[in-house]
C-alpha cells in the first residue's frame, strides 16, 4: 500500500487497447487551461466550437450535435431511451458485448426488443433484421458500426435499406469507429448516432458526442411519455447546448477542453487522411502478427474493425502472463477478450494518438520476445519485417498525429 498522500505519479503507458488510447501533449496542456463556470460567457461561446467540429467530424448539419456528460455507454443510454416509449418494439443486432449492451439498456425501458444475433466474429446479415421486423411496428433498428469485444466493423448503408422498410429509426454506436474508420452520419441517413471521446478521436474518457436528426427531434417533442431518463432527456440536454445555453447539470468543463483539443488535431489531419492511416496500421499490424503465426479472430477480412484486432492466443501461450509482461517490462498495454473469450484472446487496440508506426514496431518486438521466452517456435524478426514491407507497400502518410 502506498502513502495515500503522495504525490499522484501514474505511469507512463502506451495504451494500445481498445480505449482508453494515449492523449496528444497539446490534450494535456487543454487539461490543465483555468476553470470556467459552465454558464461564463467565454464558455458558453466556446461550446459552439466544440459543437461545429464535432459536426465535421460526424459529417453532419444536425443542428443536435453535442457531447453527453457520460462515457460511451451513456451514449448508448442516451439514444436508447429518449426514442422508446412503453408498448413500443425495437430491433438490435447482436454480435459482441457492446450491441448486446444496447439491446440490455433497451431492454431495461421494458420495450419489446428483438435480438437478431450473429456469431461472434461476425457481422449480423440485414436480411435477418427483415425478416425479424416483417408485420411489426418498429421503432428503432440499432448496432454497433465498430463491435469492440470481437473487432468487426458491421456495413451501414444495407441496414439503412432495411430500417427504411420497417418505417424504423436507425441508430449507430461509432464509439470505435468515429474518425477512425468511414463514417458519414447525412449521406449515409444515420438518424441518431454517438461515440465515445476516448477511443479514435483521442480525448480522455467520460463524454459521448452525440447527433439526431430533424425527424428524431420532432419525435421527440411529440412524445407522449416523458423520457425515463431525467439526465439523460435530450431536450432537456438540448436547452443547454442549444441557443439558450440554459443550466441542465454542470458538464464536465475541463474534459470539454480535452475534447476541442482532440477534434482540433483530427480535423488538422483531416478525416481522410486519419482513416487511411489507421487502415495502414493495422494492415502492418496484420502482416506482423501472421508473421508470427498468431490467427486472427476475424477469418473475413473485409469485416476487420480498422481499430481493433482481435486475435486467437497461440497454443502454449499464457495470455495473462503474456500482457503483464508487456505492461510491466515494456509499458504497453493491450486487452484481454471479453466474456467467454476472456483467457483465448487478445485486443489490440490502434486508435487515434496510439494508431502510429512506431507503435506497430514496438509492440511487435515487445512481443516476439516474450513470446519467444515461453517457447513458441517463430523466425526471429519476421513479424517486423512483415509490418516493415506492409508499410513500404503502403502510400504515404503522415507518420505522426497531433505532434
Ligand atoms: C468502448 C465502447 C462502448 C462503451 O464505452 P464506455 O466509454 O466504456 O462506456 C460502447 N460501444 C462501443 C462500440 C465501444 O467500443
Same mark, same amino acid.
Given at each position: 500500500?502506498?502513502n ?11 495504451m494500445?487497447?481498445? !480505449? ?11 487539461? /490543465? &487551461? ?10 458558453? %461561446? ?7 467540429? *464535432?459536426?465535421?467530424?460526424f =459529417? ?12 460511451? #455507454?451513456?451514449?448508448? %443510454? ?5 426514442? *422508446? ?26 420495450? $419489446? ?6 456469431p ?34 458491421? $456495413? ?8 427504411? %422498410?420497417l ?25 441518431i448516432?454517438?461515440?465515445?471521446? =476516448? ?14 436528426? /430533424?425527424?428524431?427531434?420532432? &419525435?421527440?417533442?411529440?412524445?407522449? #411519455?416523458?423520457? =425515463? ?5 435530450l431536450? &432537456? ?18 474534459l ?30 496484420? /502482416? ?16 476487420? *474493425?480498422?481499430?481493433?484486432?482481435a ?7 499464457? !495470455? /495473462? ?20 473469450? $476472456? ?5 489490440? !487496440?490502434? &486508435? ?14 515487445a ?7 515461453? !517457447? ?8 517486423i ?18 505532434k
Open positions: 500500500m502506498t495515500p498522500i503522495e504525490e499522484l505519479r501514474p505511469p507512463t503507458r502506451l494500445l487497447t481498445p !480505449g482508453p488510447s494515449c492523449i496528444s501533449p497539446r490534450v494535456y496542456r487543454a487539461l /490543465a &487551461m483555468p476553470l470556467v463556470g459552465h454558464v461564463d460567457p467565454w464558455f458558453t %461561446e466556446f461550446m459552439g466550437g466544440v459543437q461545429e467540429m *464535432l459536426r465535421r467530424v =459529417q453532419t448539419q444536425n443542428h443536435i450535435t453535442f457531447p453527453i456528460s457520460a462515457s460511451g #455507454s451513456g451514449g448508448i %443510454e442516451t439514444a436508447v431511451v429518449n426514442v *422508446l416509449e412503453p408498448g413500443d418494439e425495437a430491433i438490435v443486432c447482436v454480435n459482441g458485448t457492446f450491441s448486446g449492451r444496447m439491446a440490455e439498456v433497451a431492454e431495461r425501458t421494458g420495450a $419489446k426488443i428483438h435480438r437478431v444475433a450473429a461472434f466474429g461476425r457481422t449480423v446479415d440485414p436480411e435477418d433484421v427483415r425478416r425479424a421486423g416483417q408485420g411489426r411496428k418498429i421503432k428503432f433498428v440499432g448496432l454497433a458500426h465498430g463491435e469492440t469485444s470481437t473487432g468487426v466493423v458491421t $456495413k451501414i448503408d444495407p441496414f439503412r435499406k432495411v430500417a427504411d %422498410e418505417g424504423a429509426l436507425l441508430i449507430v454506436d461509432s464509439v470505435a469507429t468515429l474518425a477512425g474508420v468511414p463514417l458519414d452520419v447525412d449521406r449515409q441517413h444515420i438518424d448516432c454517438f461515440s465515445g471521446t =476516448q477511443k479514435a478521436i483521442s480525448a480522455p474518457p467520460g463524454m459521448a458526442p452525440i447527433t439526431v436528426n /430533424a425527424r428524431v427531434d420532432e &419525435m421527440l417533442r411529440n412524445r407522449k #411519455s416523458k423520457v =425515463q431518463s431525467w439526465y439523460f432527456d431536450t &432537456m440536454v438540448t436547452d443547454y447546448w442549444g441557443k439558450g445555453r440554459t443550466y441542465h447539470h454542470t458538464p464536465p468543463i475541463p470539454i477542453y480535452a475534447l476541442h483539443e482532440a477534434l482540433r488535431i483530427v480535423l488538422e489531419e483531416g478525416l481522410e487522411a486519419s482513416w487511411k492511416r489507421h487502415r495502414q496500421n493495422q494492415a502492418a499490424l496484420i /502482416a506482423g502478427l501472421e508473421a508470427m503465426g498468431i490467427p486472427l479472430f476475424v477469418e473475413n477480412p473485409e469485416d476487420r *474493425l480498422p481499430t481493433v484486432t486475435v486467437t492466443i497461440p497454443n502454449g501461450i499464457d !495470455g /495473462a502472463k503474456t500482457r503483464a509482461r508487456l505492461l510491466n517490462e515494456f509499458n504497453i498495454e493491450i486487452a484481454g477478450g471479453l466474456g467467454d473469450f $476472456k483467457t483465448t484472446m487478445w485486443r489490440i !487496440g490502434l &486508435m487515434g494518438y496510439s494508431s502510429q508506426r512506431a507503435n506497430v514496431l514496438l509492440f511487435l518486438d512481443l516476439e520476445r516474450i513470446l519467444l521466452d515461453q !517457447g513458441m517456435k517463430l523466425a526471429v524478426g519476421a513479424g519485417a512483415a509490418a516493415v514491407g506492409s508499410f513500404g507497400r503502403a502510400e504515404p502518410v503522415a507518420v505522426g498525429h497531433g
